[in-house]
């Protein structure tokens, strides 16, 4: 799809993840060629130098917007791209996207982004700090087990699945229930050795 289709769909709606990671892919696309030389005898590209270049590519869109009140993706993507230089502030932004959103995906997916870093015990402490039960979606309870039980805390990966079965989506949480059953008894049992 055109740079300009892209940047129109999320100018209506911020939180277009396929628009927002397929313009990402363009600007990221277009950062790292103007890091490779037109000269073959040129000295070699330093790789970790591309990279940089092309998360600051992809820092700049989500940062731009971020601006947008409504705009939750972009802050979850500054939060993921931030993690391991600035948890702090990824924490901040997390924590935006999860109140600028009351479906509670945002705070699925940071809790994601943060498990996916190794601060699971974060993740925790954002998600007990946001989770609405019966308003956000169920996987924002799924991944709060999962990252309870990332942290080593079994019995509040237990507690959190008990929490979902109040979940009103109740078709969602039971299709759910058997692989976090499943994972919370493995770990019970390792524990048990």
């Given at each position: 799809m055109h740079e300009d289709a892209l940047r129109a769909m999320l100018a209506d709606d911020p939180n277009d993840a396929r628009a927002f990671q397929a313009l990402a892919e363009i600007v990221r696309r277009r950062a790292a060629d103007a890091h490779v030389p037109d000269d073959p005898l040129a000295a070699p590209v330093d790789e970790q130098e591309v990279q940089r270049a092309a998360d600051l590519a992809v820092w700049s869109l989500a940062e731009e917007l971020a601006g947008n009140p409504r705009?939750?993706?972009?802050?979850?993507?500054?939060?993921?791209?931030?993690?391991?230089?600035?948890?702090?502030?990824?924490?901040?932004?997390?924590?935006?996207?999860?109140?600028?959103?009351?479906?509670?995906?945002?705070l699925a997916e940071s809790v994601v982004g943060l498990r996916e870093s190794g601060h699971a015990v974060d993740a925790l402490g954002l998600g007990i700090g946001h989770w609405r039960t019966r308003?956000?979606?169920?996987?924002?309870?799924?991944?709060?087990?999962?990252a309870a039980l990332d942290a080593d805390r079994v019995a509040d990966a237990r507690n959190h699945l008990d929490a979902l079965a109040a979940h009103p989506d109740s078709d969602a949480v039971k299709a759910m229930t058997p692989e976090l059953e499943r994972a919370i008894t493995q770990r019970e049992q390792s524990f048990g050795r």
């Open positions: 705009g939750w993706y972009p802050l979850v993507e500054l939060g993921r791209l931030s993690v391991d230089e600035d948890l702090d502030g990824a924490l901040r932004r997390f924590a935006t996207a999860t109140d600028r959103d009351p479906t509670g995906q945002a308003e956000h979606v169920p996987e924002v309870g799924r991944q709060l087990v999962l």
